[in-house]
Nanobody, 112 residues
Framework: QVQPVESGGGLVQPGGSLRLSCAAS????????VGWYRQTPGKQRELVAA???????HYADSVKGRFTISRDNAKTTMYLQMNALKPEDTAVYYC??????WGEGTLVAVSP
C-alpha cells in the first residue's frame, strides 16, 4: 500500500562498493518476502537478490559472491551490500516488499 524508498546509489569505479538501503513500513514487514531488482533501458527488470518468506536467500548468478541482501525487521529496512562492482551492474535498483508497490529506485553507475 505504501511505496518503499530506495537510497544509497551513486557513481562508483569498477571494483568499488556501495550499500543500498530500502525503507519500508508496516507491522507485517517481518513476515513478507523481500527482494532487490534492477533494470536498464530496453531490458526487463531482473531479480538480483531475494529473501523468501521462509528466510531462504536467492541471488542471481551474475551477482553471487559479490552482493549480500539483508534485512532489519525492527527498522523495517532492507539492504543490498554490493562489492566488486562491475560496469554491467549499472542499473536502476528497486526494492520490493511482497504486496507493496514498487518504489522509484536508485541509480547505480559503475564507470571509471
Amino acid at each position: 500500500q505504501v511505496q518503499p524508498v530506495e537510497s544509497g546509489g551513486g557513481l562508483v569505479q569498477p571494483g568499488g562498493s556501495l550499500r543500498l538501503s530500502c525503507a519500508a513500513s508496516g507491522s507485517t514487514f517481518s513476515i513478507r518476502a523481500v527482494g532487490w531488482y534492477r533494470q536498464t533501458p530496453g531490458k526487463q527488470r531482473e531479480l538480483v537478490a531475494a529473501i523468501d518468506d521462509d528466510g531462504t536467500i536467492h541471488y542471481a548468478d551474475s551477482v553471487k559472491g559479490r552482493f549480500t541482501i539483508s534485512r532489519d525487521n525492527a527498522k523495517t529496512t532492507m539492504y543490498l551490500q554490493m562489492n566488486a562492482l562491475k560496469p554491467e551492474d549499472t542499473a536502476v535498483y528497486y526494492c520490493k516488499i511482497q504486496g507493496d508497490p514498487w518504489g522509484e529506485g536508485t541509480l547505480v553507475a559503475v564507470s571509471p
